[in-house]
């Protein structure tokens, strides 16, 4: 497996001029990728940023409650 992945990284192009960086375009598009199916894959009708957006909302009215609670006492 080791040798497989030494293989494909010495055949990747740009070495020369880019030496280890020249990975980066190939995370840029696997993070665009993930960031793509975290927008459209919904299980259910639940997709990873409506479940986030419910979250904070519930902090943030969590975190209102008891500063009003707080400053009436």
Do not use: D
Request: hydrophobic share 35%; aromatic share 18%.
């Amino acid at each position: 497996m080791r040798r497989r992945f030494q293989k494909i990284a010495k055949k990747w192009p740009g070495e020369k001029y880019f030496g280890e960086y020249r990975f980066l375009p190939l995370f840029f598009v696997a993070g665009a990728a993930l960031e793509f199916c975290m927008i459209n894959w919904h299980v259910g009708e639940v997709n990873f940023y409506r479940t986030y957006k419910k979250k904070r909302v519930e902090e943030l009215v969590n975190e209102r409650l008891s500063r009003e609670s707080s400053e009436s006492n």
